[in-house]
C-alpha cells in the first residue's frame, strides 16, 4: 500500500499531462515505475493483457503529503475492486478522480442555442400548411424547402423569445419584440438561450403580410412559425423545452398581402363579381350542414369571429335542407355557427363606378333575433336587417338591395352578423354584385325626390283577416311615381303583398304587422314609409286608433314626416292644422306631435275617444325575449315622439335601446329624478313605460309608481 502511495506522488509530482492521456486512451502503453525504497515490496499492478509492460527507474524518493494520501486512499479501493473495468488502469483511475473534481470547479454552465429563419413566398400556396402537424424542424429544414419551392426567399426578419413555464398571453399580431420578458434577436444570429427550461419563440410581425389565424389546426391560409419538435398550430407563439449544447431551429413563413387587379369585367353588369354567391360549394348531403372553413378553397368566402373566441369552429355554417329550405338549389349560409362570424370577399371594382349588391335573407325559423349588417369596406349599409323568425316554420326570404360606388380598386364586401351568440342567426342566399355603370353628378335643382305614403296605421279585431294597404297618399312634385313596392317588415306571419298602389292583403292573425313601401318616379330616386296594423283577438272592443289595450293605430304623427298629408300644398309647420291655434305664422304653437294636418291641432296623445287606455303593458329590455307587439308599439312612439327613425320590426336591439335613453333624458323629471339617477338605462320599465302610457292617452293620468324596484328578467 505505502509503494502505491509512493507512486500517486509521483504523479501528482509531474503533471496531469500524463495522467490525461491516460484517462482518454485506454489502450495507451501503461509504464510499470518501480521506486527504491526502503522496506517495500514490488507494486502489484493491475494492467490490460494487451498493455506493453516496461519498466523505468525513479531514484527521487518522496516524502507522503498526508492530504494527497487521504484522498488517493478514497479512490484506491474502488481501483482495487475494479478487476472488471478492462482498458483503465490505476493511474488512469487515480488522474481520473482529482482531474474531474478540478473540472467541476472551474467549468461554467452551458447554455442552449437558437437560430430562426424567415421564408416568404410568392404566393400563400406556396407555403407549407404544417399547423396540423408536420415534421421537427431541424438545420437544414429551411435549406431543403427552399430548394424545392423556387417561389420563395429567405427574408431578413427579427425574432424574440422569453423563458416562462406557463404561456405567455401575446398577440399573434404584435409588432416588435413583445414587451417586458422578451428579447429580440434577428435571423442572422445563432442565440445563446438558458437551458434546462422553457423558452417560448415569436417572430416580430410586420404589417402588409397575411395575418397568423392563432390556435386552430383548420385556418391554413395564415403565416406560419415552427420551433423544433412544436409543429402545431397557425399560432405565432412556440416552445422549446432546452437542454444544455444543444442547438434548435426555428422556421417562419408569410406572403405579402395582395391587391387583385381589376378584371375587363370590373363594370361589366352582366357578371357577378360574388364567387360562391349561392353558397353551392362545397356540397354537403341533403338534410346536413357543416362549419366550413375559409381554408377551403371552394367556399371562396373569408371569415372571422365577430368577437374574439378560444373555443368553436371558425367558419361558415352552410345547410343543406336542414332547418328551412333555401332561396335557389340546395344550400344556403347561417351567419351564427359556433358562434357569430363575419365573412366578405375582396373584389375587382372601377372606382367612380356605381354596384348594385343583391342577396336573399331570411330569418332562421324559432329564432327571434336573426339581425345581421352589411358593410362595405367596413363601413356599415344601410340599417340592420332582421325579421323575427319565432312562429316561423320554414324560411321566409325576402331580397335585400345595397348601392354603393366603389372608391378603389378594390372592395371590401362583408355580411356581420349583429345577433346574440346563441349558434342560430340570419340565413343568406344568392349573393350578387353587379356594376351599374357610372354614378351621374347629382343636380340638386334636376329632381325631388318622392314622398312615399304608406296610409294611416290600422287596428282591425278577428275574426276580420283582410285588409287593405293604401299608397295613394304618395305624391312627386315634379314627376310622376311610376313604381309602388310592398314589402313584409315583420309580424306573427309572412304576407307578401303585390306590388301595386292598394294591394289587399289577407290571412292576418292576431299581431301586429308591419309593412313598408318603397315608391320610385320617374327620374329613378326613390321614397319611403312604413305602416302598421294591429289584429287583435276576437272579442275585443277596439277601434282603429284607440282602445283599451292600446291600439296601435292613430298615434302617428303627421305634422314631423316631411309630407302634405291633407293635399294642401302645405308641409309640417307650415300648415296651420299642426299648430295647436292656427296660425302657421306663430312658431310657438307649431307641435310635431300633431296626428293631423288639417284638424287644427289634434296633439300626439290628445283624447280623440275616452276609450283609450294603456298603450303599452309589458316592460322591455335589449337582450331579453321580449314581447314582439310592445316593441312595434314603442318604436312607433318613438318614431313619431322622438323623430327616432327606427325601423318597425319588432326588434329591441341597440338602435332603439338608444332611442329609450334619449327619451328617458328628454322626460327625465317624470322618468329618472324619481329613481334618484340622472344617467339614462334604456330599459323600458315602470316609470318610462308610465310616462309613455300618459302621453299616448292623457286622461289615463297614471301617477308616477311609488314601489320602485330594480329590474328582474322575471318581470320580461
Known amino acids: 500500500m505505502k509503494k502505491i502511495n509512493n507512486l500517486a506522488h509521483f504523479v501528482l509530482g509531474f503533471t496531469f499531462v500524463f495522467a490525461f492521456f491516460s484517462l482518454v486512451n485506454s489502450t495507451t502503453t501503461l509504464s510499470q515505475i518501480v521506486l527504491a ?82 421564408i416568404v413566398c410568392n404566393e400563400e400556396s406556396d407555403l407549407p400548411n404544417w399547423g396540423a402537424d408536420g415534421s421537427d424542424i431541424t438545420s437544414t429544414t429551411a435549406t431543403t424547402f427552399l430548394a424545392a419551392h423556387t417561389n420563395c426567399h429567405k427574408e431578413a426578419w427579427s425574432f424574440a423569445w422569453t423563458e416562462s413555464s406557463i404561456t405567455p398571453v401575446i398577440g399573434d399580431q404584435t409588432t416588435g419584440t413583445g414587451g417586458t420578458g422578451w428579447t429580440g434577436f434577428n435571423d442572422s444570429t445563432l442565440t445563446e438561450v438558458p437551458s434546462q427550461t422553457k423558452i417560448w419563440v415569436r417572430e416580430q410581425f410586420k404589417d402588409g ?62 357578371v357577378n363579381l360574388i364567387q360562391n354567391g349561392n353558397f353551392e360549394a362545397p356540397v354537403l348531403a341533403n338534410a346536413t350542414w357543416d362549419v366550413i372553413p375559409a381554408s377551403n378553397p371552394m367556399l371562396k368566402w373569408m371569415v372571422a369571429w365577430v368577437s374574439p373566441e378560444i373555443n368553436g369552429r371558425l367558419g361558415l355554417e352552410i345547410q343543406n335542407h336542414v332547418v328551412g329550405n333555401p332561396l335557389l338549389n340546395e344550400q344556403h ?131 276580420t283577416t283582410t285588409a287593405t294597404l293604401n ?34 292583403i289577407s290571412s292576418l292573425v292576431a299581431g301586429t304587422y308591419v309593412f313598408q313601401l318603397v315608391v320610385t318616379d320617374d327620374d329613378g330616386a326613390t321614397g319611403t314609409d312604413t305602416v302598421s296594423i294591429v289584429i287583435n283577438p276576437e272579442g275585443t272592443n277596439n277601434t282603429n286608433g284607440s282602445g283599451s289595450n292600446g291600439g296601435g293605430g292613430g298615434i302617428r304623427a303627421k305634422c314631423n314626416d316631411n309630407k302634405d298629408n291633407d293635399a294642401d300644398g302645405l308641409v309640417d309647420e307650415e300648415d296651420p292644422g299642426c299648430h295647436s291655434d292656427g296660425n302657421a305664422n306663430n312658431p310657438d304653437s307649431y307641435d310635431k306631435r300633431d296626428r293631423s294636418e288639417d284638424d287644427g291641432g289634434a296633439v300626439l296623445g290628445a283624447a280623440t ?44 336591439g341597440t338602435k332603439t335601446e338608444e332611442a329609450v335613453r334619449a327619451f328617458q333624458v328628454k322626460q327625465m323629471d317624470n322618468v329618472l329624478a324619481p329613481w334618484g339617477i340622472s344617467e339614462p338605462t334604456g330599459i323600458f320599465y315602470l316609470t318610462t313605460q308610465t310616462e309613455v ?15 320602485l324596484v330594480n329590474f328582474t328578467p322575471s318581470v320580461i
Open 333 to 463: 349560409a347561417e351567419l351564427d355557427g359556433d358562434h357569430p362570424v363575419t365573412i366578405w370577399q375582396d373584389v375587382p371594382t372601377v372606382s367612380g363606378q356605381t354596384y348594385t349588391l343583391s342577396f336573399g335573407y331570411s330569418p332562421r325559423q324559432a329564432n327571434i333575433d336573426n339581425s345581421i349588417q352589411v358593410k362595405i369596406n367596413g363601413v356599415v349599409q344601410g340599417a340592420t336587417i332582421n325579421a323575427n323568425g319565432d312562429l316561423n316554420t320554414n324560411t321566409v326570404w325576402q331580397t335585400v338591395t345595397r348601392t354603393f360606388v366603389a372608391t378603389g380598386a378594390t372592395t371590401k364586401v362583408e355580411f356581420y352578423d349583429n345577433g346574440p351568440d346563441n349558434t342560430q342567426g340570419g340565413y343568406l342566399d344568392n349573393v350578387t354584385l353587379k356594376c351599374a355603370g357610372t354614378t351621374p353628378t347629382p343636380n340638386p335643382t334636376s329632381n325631388v325626390a318622392p314622398v312615399a305614403n304608406a296610409g294611416v296605421d290600422q287596428t282591425l279585431t278577428l275574426p
Open 37 to 118: 525504497e526502503e522496506q517495500t515490496s514490488p507494486v502489484e499492478t493491475v494492467v490490460p493483457a494487451q498493455a506493453k509492460v516496461e519498466e523505468v527507474s525513479v531514484s527521487e524518493t518522496f516524502v507522503p503529503d498526508p492530504t494527497e494520501e487521504k484522498k488517493i486512499e478514497e479512490v484506491l479501493p474502488k481501483v482495487e475492486t475494479a478487476e472488471a473495468a478492462p482498458a483503465v488502469d490505476t493511474a488512469s483511475a487515480l488522474a481520473s478522480a482529482v482531474l474531474g473534481e478540478a473540472l467541476q470547479v472551474v467549468a461554467p454552465p452551458l447554455k442552449a442555442k437558437v437560430s430562426a429563419t424567415k
Open 693 to 707: 302610457n300618459n302621453i299616448v292617452c292623457p286622461p289615463l293620468d297614471l301617477p308616477i309608481p311609488s314601489n
Open 209 to 270: 403580410y397575411i395575418p397568423f389565424q392563432g390556435v386552430t389546426i383548420a385556418e391554413s391560409v395564415s403565416a406560419e412559425l415552427y420551433c423544433n419538435t412544436d409543429v402545431y398550430n397557425y399560432d405565432n407563439l412556440e416552445f422549446i423545452d432546452t437542454i444544455a449544447g444543444q442547438t434548435y431551429h426555428c422556421v417562419a413563413f408569410n406572403v405579402l398581402k395582395t391587391t387583385p387587379t381589376p378584371t375587363p369585367n370590373a363594370c361589366d353588369a352582366s
Open 471 to 504: 299608397g295613394t297618399g304618395s305624391t312627386d312634385s315634379d314627376g310622376t311615381i311610376t313604381s309602388y313596392v310592398w314589402s313584409f317588415v315583420s309580424g306573427p306571419s309572412t304576407i307578401n303583398p303585390d306590388d301595386v298602389v292598394s294591394p289587399n
Open 609 to 652: 275617444s275616452t276609450s283609450c287606455g294603456i298603450y303599452v303593458e309589458k316592460y322591455l329590455r335589449k337582450g331579453y325575449k321580449n314581447n314582439v307587439d310592445s316593441v312595434v308599439k314603442v318604436q312607433v312612439f318613438l318614431n313619431d315622439y322622438m323623430g327616432a327613425g327606427l325601423m318597425v320590426d319588432g326588434v329591441y
